[in-house]
C-alpha cells in the first residue's frame, strides 16, 4: 500500500448491530498497478462520528492484515455518498 495516494477508495465488507453500529471485517483496494489486494480486518481499535467540513463522517482505526503482515490504518466512511476510503496507514 503506497502512503502517497492517500486516500484510496475501498470496497468493504461490515457487519451491523442491532443499534446500527457499523464495523469493518474486510476490504479490498486497487493499486497504482490496478492489481486488487484483500485486507482482513482483525480488530477495530476505535471508532468515532466526525464532522469535516460540516459533512458527517465515520472514522475508524484498525489492524489489518495483509500480504501476510499485520498493519495499522485509519479508514473513513463517508456517510451522504456511503463511501469508505483509506485515509492513513500507521505502520
Known sequence: MNRDQLPIPVQLISSCSTLGELTPIRFRY?????????????EVLSRRD???AGIPEMT??????????????QLRYHIPSHK????????
Not at 486497487?30 to 482483525?42: G, K
Request: hydrophobic content about 35%; some cysteine; overall charge negative.
Open 30 to 42: 486497487e493499486d497504482p498497478e490496478h492489481v486488487r489486494h484483500t485486507v482482513s480486518v482483525l
Open 60 to 73: 475508524y482505526v484498525c489492524h489489518g492484515e495483509f500480504e501476510q503482515t499485520r498493519h495499522l490504518f
Open 50 to 52: 466526525t464532522t469535516i
Open 84 to 91: 469508505w476510503s483509506i485515509v492513513k496507514v500507521m505502520y
